[in-house]
């Protein structure tokens, strides 16, 4: 290959900061960067992972003489969350964008890390999702790409230019894998594919906590078609990259966002939602700059906030203080990680606030809001055909108990063994032998929790209602004590015996351990002594935990109705959201007292153009097709 030089416009040259380095060197110094990302994907459906019904030969090519990573985590189980880490290299937890589709405002310093290599010289392009989950995203997407389109390339940079590029495909995403009609995916997926790039089978491999019927398998034949149609896409950006006389020079990661666009994978605390497949290939002129050579496996822990500082190594520029991943490939690659420390938050109109560590081979999972189930009612999951299968199969008595587990509430503790138990079907966390490991996980994540100081622990009522950034609330320390806060969430699910500490938190004077005492309270599945929860609630000023000890009322005697009447009038979207969020959690027999005043509701809403309440309507429409069967169409 001939030695590449790129040039700078005198009048527009970059002064040198210590984000940059010389502007004029030969390529061989400086490689090209490419990112083949795709949504919504588990290893276990990517055939160089061991799935040999799939067919992803463009992946698998590249796995082939690159690296497989065996233990690679997104930092989140859905999209915006997951965006935000890639792009800023910083996890969201401390700065409060776990929430998805949610647009907080982070610190003015922190920047999309392609900026950093735009003022090194690299011509930097997004072809073309950002969805990056901040307030200013405009501003923040123009400052790092150079493009950012679905005509977005390489090809527009100037003779020589080194660049920094990312395709992402959406053919893979769950509106092809399960949420969109049959017929939208045949026009999508199916029509796009020829014949030997079809996969038909009579029985597909799918997930343990799967029902094995007709139904299912062609729900699961969507996945598979899905995911070819991607690697297809991946193949003609392959081409292009060789036709351009580029391959040689640039090296490629190839990775999902998160896990797999189905129900008990994507948007849940599990293996199956946080870990992702990841390829990196390095053509032979880079080969040194890989730790593991070529055409191998790796069990090496990787997380989301390692592939920033990595890819600004691997270019030559120097790493923000402000990230605190791993550089895991190049010259100066570090230490192994110990531990990652995947996370999730809300969903849609779905609560959720769940935390993760892995090893690399165990996860473990500490759920604080265990009166959720695994399938939470949810619109973007409940209008799809798999999902509404799966409701029924569980109304008709027709799913084994591990396929039933994923519909009822949860446990509060989970420690999965992912190399032996792929699907995490048994949970291990009661397993004498395995004492020592889960009190280690255990503690190295409640560690963690306090030293990052999570922001959400925050509700994100307070996120929506203070005049300051959620990365401005967590650092207050006297607002905000977050290990006070930490240990009192911890109590959750662990039944009476902690009864008594949680019924005294709620006359601390800190908001927020109030509050993660009456999220316990109400996870409690003995009854609480009813005057101490109605004196709590006339003293509480906080208006979330108001709702939550209402609603807990209403849950343990049904004449408490009216209390739940007031809730229903309320306007602030957020409080009625979590007011709809906890109703639809509750038995059949008191969702049936309040059937009419909800169905009056969402009558009342009907026309509305007030974007804030989206949510709410959500889950209003699913309320009234859980309790009387009505078709729901997501809007």
């Known amino acids: 290959m001939k030695t590449k030089i790129f040039y700078i416009n005198t009048k527009s040259a970059i002064t040198l900061t210590a984000f940059s380095m010389s502007l004029v060197v030969s390529a061989q110094d400086r490689p090209n960067i490419l990112w083949l990302t795709y949504e919504d994907t588990s290893p276990q459906f990517i055939g160089c992972y061991g799935n040999e019904q799939a067919h992803t030969p463009n992946i698998d090519a590249l796995a082939k003489d690159g690296v497989r990573f065996n233990a690679a985590f997104s930092t989140g189980a859905v999209s ?196 992702v497949a990841f390829v990196a290939w390095f053509p032979p002129m880079y080969r040194h700059l890989s730790p593991w050579g070529s055409g191998v496996v790796t069990d090496e822990l990787v997380s989301f906030d390692d592939f920033a500082p990595t890819v600004l190594k691997l270019c030559g520029v120097k790493t923000p203080q402000y990230m605190k991943g791993n550089v895991f490939a190049g010259v100066d690659k570090v230490s192994h990680k110990k531990y990652v420390f995947p996370a999730l938050d809300r969903t849609d109109e779905s609560s959720e606030l769940s935390r993760s560590v892995s090893d690399g081979r165990y996860l473990y999972t500490r759920v604080f809001m265990p009166f959720q189930p695994f399938v939470r009612w949810n619109m973007y999951y409940d209008v799809s055909d798999l999902q509404k299968q799966i409701r029924a199969d569980y109304k008709a008595g027709l799913l084994n108990e591990v396929q039933r587990k994923m519909l009822e509430p949860r446990e509060s503790e989970y420690l999965f063994d992912l190399k032996n138990d792929q699907w995490e079907t048994k949970n291990l966390i009661h397993d004498k032998n395995l004492n020592e ?52 969430a911890m109590l959750i699910g662990n039944g009476k015996k902690v009864l008594k500490k949680q019924l005294s938190l709620m006359t601390d004077q800190n908001k927020y351990i109030r509050y993660w005492a009456a999220v316990g309270l109400f996870s409690q599945k003995s009854k609480v002594k009813e ?43 957020e409080l009625l959201r979590i007011t709809l969020q906890l109703l639809i959690t509750l038995d059949d027999d008191k969702q049936s007292l309040i059937l009419t005043d909800i169905e009056n509701l969402y009558q009342q809403n009907l026309g509305s153009k007030n974007k804030e309440m989206f949510a709410c309507n959500e889950l209003l429409k699913l309320f009234m097709h859980k309790n009387k069967g009505i078709e729901i169409i997501r809007n």
Not at 140 to 155: R, V
Not at 463 to 473: G, N, R, S, V, Y
Not at 536 to 555: D, G, H, Q, S
Request: hydrophobic share 30%; glycine share 6%; aromatic share 12%.
């Open 80 to 275: 915006s969350p997951s965006r935000f880490c890639l792009i800023t290299g910083i996890r969201p937890a401390g700065v409060g964008t776990g929430n998805h589709r949610s647009n907080y405002e982070i610190p003015e310093n922190i920047k999309g890390f392609p900026y950093y290599l735009r003022q090194a010289g690299y011509y930097t392009t997004n072809n073309s999702k950002t969805d990056y989950n901040i307030a200013n995203a405009k501003a923040f997407i123009a400052e790092a790409w150079n493009e950012s389109s679905n005509k977005a390339g390489w090809w527009n940079r100037k003779p020589g230019q080194p660049f920094f590029a990312v395709y992402n495909s959406t053919a893979s995403h769950q509106s092809k894998t399960m949420t969109n009609s049959w017929e939208t995916y045949e026009e999508n997926v199916l029509s796009k594919l020829n014949e030997s790039e079809k996969v038909v089978l009579d029985n597909y491999i799918k997930p343990d906590f799967y029902r094995s019927s007709p139904e299912m398998n062609k729900n699961m034949s969507r996945v598979y078609n899905s995911i070819s149609l991607m690697d297809k896409e991946f193949g003609q950006w392959l081409d292009r990259l060789e036709k351009d006389g580029l391959k040689d020079s640039t090296i490629i990661f190839c990775f999902s966002d998160h896990g797999e666009g189905i129900t008990r994978s994507k948007g849940s605390a599990l293996g199956t939602g946080y870990r």
């Open 531 to 573: 005057n101490y929860i109605q004196k709590f609630l006339e003293n509480e000023t906080f208006e979330p935990t108001r709702i939550y000890l209402a609603v807990l009322l209403f849950k343990q005697n049904s004449e408490n109705v009216s209390l739940i009447r007031t809730l229903l009038n309320e306007t602030n979207p």
């Open 437 to 488: 490991k889960a009190k280690e996980l255990r503690n190295a994540l409640v560690n963690e929790l306090i030293q990052v100081r999570d922001a959400h622990f925050i509700p994100e009522f307070s996120f929506i209602t203070e005049e300051k950034m959620p990365i401005q609330l967590a650092a207050d320390t006297k607002e905000y004590p977050i290990s006070k806060i930490v240990n009192t």
